[in-house]
Nanobody, 121 residues
């Protein structure tokens, strides 16, 4: 059974940093493209970025502040978020899929339960 578990969310102040983790069981991240999404109340789910062996994709809205990395030996992917803003407040999800567009469009089979990030201004 595949399980993705996000952790690391919390309440921070604007300008702070936070690192989210996504740990997998039942699949090997090194064989997948792993993406991060976020969803704020009343908003649609938004692609944040993704990572694969060959590199990373970052959404333009967070490119200069967020960084995705992976420790494939630990089957874990990270989302480092710096210079957080109130508009970054959302539930953050990780997902895994086989194709870049599949992941970027959120058309994947495997999702975590999400972790809440709240940024106070």
């Amino acid at each position: 059974q595949v399980q993705l578990v996000e952790s690391g969310g919390g309440l921070v102040q604007a300008g702070d940093s936070l690192r989210l983790s996504c740990a997998a069981s039942g699949l090997t991240f090194a064989n997948y493209i792993v993406g991060w999404f976020r969803q704020a109340p009343g908003n649609e789910r938004e692609f944040v970025g993704a990572i694969m062996w060959s590199g990373t994709y970052d959404a333009d809205s967070v490119k200069d502040r967020f960084t995705i990395s992976a420790e494939y030996g630990k089957n874990t992917v990270y989302l480092q978020m710096n210079s957080l803003k109130s508009e970054d407040t959302a539930v953050y999800y990780c997902t895994a899929g086989r194709g870049v567009n599949t992941v970027k469009e959120g058309l994947t089979d495997y999702w975590g339960q999400g972790t809440q990030v709240t940024v106070s201004s």
